[in-house]
């Protein structure tokens, strides 16, 4: 199994990248969230791999952390999510949105994914949702993980809560409300400054 391959970034396109190590070009399947975090071309980056096997040949799907590998693989794991579909969940979700997405019962955020249906969504949901570790994300936003397996926002206190109630309301979805309000909190905008403020600055996210 090749577990890492550190080289050069030689090549990078739409789904993929090619890094150049010991004189070969391995070309690694990536979800399109990572594109944006990757270094220039020509630098040195290290890409933790999935080598799957398959009667029609052998590929590597590559993240840059360890976690978000094993989010790949535990997706692996639920019945009917294959190597692509599990990429392209984790190419419309971050591997924290996609954990708030299980955890909050929100099929709709994942079967936004290419060839993931609402019935494969739940099953996602249902495999996954005890096998999800959300204790740093529900610190970040107030809520707690029994606040976000109730399935909707009303568990959520102060400003943040009532922000993240306003996004429901306007059709985002409970992940993307999610997300939206852990930058605005990453951001320096804290609960003093006022529900309007922060709903402001949560739809510039968007």
Known sequence: MISFVRGILSEMGEGYVVVEAGG?????????????????????????????????????????????????RQLLGVNGVGPKGALGILSVLRPDELRV???????????????????????????????????????????????????????????????????????YSRSEAVSAIRKVKASGVGEEQGTESILKQALRNF
């Open 24 to 72: 070969i070009g391995y070309m690694i399947y990536v979800p399109a969230t990572v594109l944006p975090a990757l270094p220039g071309l020509g630098e040195e980056i290290k890409i933790y791999t999935h080598f799957s096997v398959k009667e029609d040949g052998q590929s590597l799907y590559g993240f840059l952390h360890r976690e978000d590998r094993e989010m790949f």
């Open 101 to 171: 997405a299980i955890i909050s019962g929100d099929a709709k955020a994942i079967s936004r994914a290419p060839g993931i249906g609402a019935k494969t969504a739940q099953r996602v949901i249902l495999d996954l949702k005890d096998k999800v570790d959300m204790p740093d994300i529900s610190g970040a936003v107030g809520l707690s993980p029994a606040d976000m397996a109730e399935g909707d926002m009303r568990g959520a206190k102060g400003a943040y809560g009532e922000a993240m109630e306003a996004l429901v309301s306007l059709g």
